[in-house]
């Protein structure tokens, strides 16, 4: 499935920020005809450059947030961040 690159980072703009679920996000985006586009491998690639869900909170952060300490997962700076704790 060829989706439009544009739509494809609007999703993951669309994802950031949220703890909503991803059919959420490709729906509210590409609307009711993309079910399924969650198991494309292009786009699963885009959102991946993009985004990721922490393990920690189920947020969705930009890739620039993620972890530098952290070897196992995805994990957000607040979730790995040991000083919280």
Same mark, same amino acid.
């Given at each position: 499935m060829s989706t439009d690159l544009d739509k494809d980072s609007a999703v993951a703009d669309y994802l950031r920020g949220t703890c909503?679920?991803?059919e959420q996000g490709i729906s509210a985006v590409h609307g009711d005809d993309a079910v399924g586009l969650?198991?494309?491998?292009? +786009?699963?690639?885009?959102l991946d450059d993009k985004v990721f869900c922490c393990e920690g909170c189920?947020?969705?952060?930009?890739?620039d947030e993620i972890a530098t300490d952290n070897v196992?997962? +995805?994990i957000c700076d607040e979730c790995g961040d040991p000083e919280d704790e």
């Open positions: 909503i679920s991803l969650e198991n494309d491998i292009e +786009f699963c690639s885009i189920g947020w969705w952060c930009g890739m196992s997962g +995805f």
